[in-house]
Every structure is written in C-alpha cells, then in structure tokens.
C-alpha cells in the first residue's frame, strides 16, 4: 500500500521499499507479543520490564511498516510511521519515542531510570498497538 507521506520519507531515503511480506509482519507480531508478556512479568527489575515493552512496541510498529511495504532502520522513523500505518496521533507515538529517548540514554551512557507509571504507561499503549497492527494485518 502506498501512502503519500511514506512515499516522501521513502524519497528522501529515510524509508525503503520493499514487498509486502505478511509472514514477517506475523513473526515480528508474535515477538512483539512475547516481548510484552516479558513486560509484564512482576519477577524482573523496572529496567528490564521497559526494555522488555520497548522492544515489543518496536517490533509491533514495525510490523504494520513491514505490512505497508516499508522498512527503516531507524527506530525514531519506525515509530513516527504510526501516524500513516495505523492513523495514531502524535499523542500516542511520541510517547513511544519518549520510551525511544530512554532507552537511547541506556544503550549509549549506560542511564536508565524509568518509574513504574511510565512503564504500565508503555505496557498500555503497546498492547493497543498490537491490537491495531493485528487487525490491520488480518
């Protein structure tokens, strides 16, 4: 499926095209499922649980890119999509790339502090967007 502002981002290489492919799309989908059901896990550490959703929101998103004929290697990109893959407001995607911001700070300076809110807020919206992503893809 093409849609304008994938083709823009497409244009200037922040995106690339590639077929449809639905049983990558489904693999990245049940990923994104385990990962959450990690989230959710009460027996691992704050850090671990976020990394865990943030993961899953990742492969989610990434999926109904993947599902539109899309790829990107940058993940801020990935989710940013969401506004064209799934119509998601800037509300609920930049809340992901806030998600996004952390776990840069983790990967890069070895930071992360992440409260509990911030991680049942994450959990929340990543298992809307697994829901949105499955009903797209069936």
Known sequence: MSLPALENLLR????????????E???M????????????QANLSAQGRFSSAYSAA???ALAALRWHGYR???????FQCLAHTLNWSPA????????????NLAEYEGYLEVEESTIGELIALTEKLIAEV????K
């Open 92 to 103: 609920q995607w930049r809340v992901l790339d806030a998600a996004h911001q952390k776990r």
């Open 25 to 27: 799309a489904q693999r």
């Open 72 to 78: 990107s290697e940058n993940r801020f990109t990935v």
């Open 12 to 23: 200037i290489g922040q995106l690339k095209a590639e077929p449809r492919n639905s049983k």
């Open 134 to 137: 499955e009903n797209l893809t």
């Open 58 to 60: 990742h492969s989610a």
């Open 29 to 40: 989908l049940g990923m994104a499922q385990q990962r959450l059901a990690d989230a959710r």
